[in-house]
């Protein structure tokens, strides 16, 4: 999962997917995307890192990402 979602935060891509999470998994990687530019957020759009899902994305991204969701 970590792998992914910092690929996310160097820019290499654009968006990372993770259909099932605990906390303990992405509360940093929330932190590290925020600091980075980009944003995270679950399938129905909240920003939490309570899931039970977690996407992370670059900016402008939210909404064509939750239009495939």
Not at 8 to 21: E, N, S, T, Y
Request: with cysteine.
């Amino acid at each position: 999962d970590c792998f992914g979602h910092s690929l996310v935060i160097r820019g290499a891509v654009d968006a990372m997917v993770d259909p099932l999470i605990n906390v303990w998994d992405v509360a940093p990687i929330a932190c590290l995307v925020r600091e980075a530019g980009g944003d995270y957020c679950t399938f129905d759009g909240n920003r939490t890192v309570q899931g039970p899902d977690f996407i992370s994305f670059t900016p402008g991204l939210k909404s064509q990402i939750l239009k495939i969701t």
